[in-house]
């Protein structure tokens, strides 16, 4: 994301990521330079993030539900 780009920033770090890394003055935009800011969740701090309900998969890839 953009630093110029506050809603977003907002978003993330609510939902739990945190800021990995910048790219300064990485993009031209309205006249002048900004810097990308890289955001980043691992796995083990996924079920801690703010989003209510969430579950991290089960291990051994991706397993289809099926009704019984």
Same mark, same amino acid.
């Given at each position: 994301? =953009? @630093? =110029?780009? #506050?809603? *977003?920033?907002? &978003? =993330? &770090? ?5 800021? @990995?890394?910048?790219?300064? *003055?990485?993009? $031209?935009?309205?006249?002048? $330079? ?10 083990? @701090?996924?079920? *801690? ?6 579950? #991290? ?8 539900? &099926?009704?019984?």
């Amino acid at each position: 994301m =953009y @630093e =110029y780009n #506050q809603r *977003a920033q907002r &978003t =993330y &770090t609510r939902l739990g990521f945190r800021p @990995e890394g910048r790219q300064r *003055a990485a993009v $031209f935009h309205d006249g002048r $330079f900004h810097d990308r800011i890289l955001m980043g969740l691992l796995a083990n @701090e996924y079920p *801690a993030s703010p989003a209510a309900g969430w579950q #991290q998969p089960a291990r051994g890839g991706n397993q289809a539900v &099926t009704d019984s």
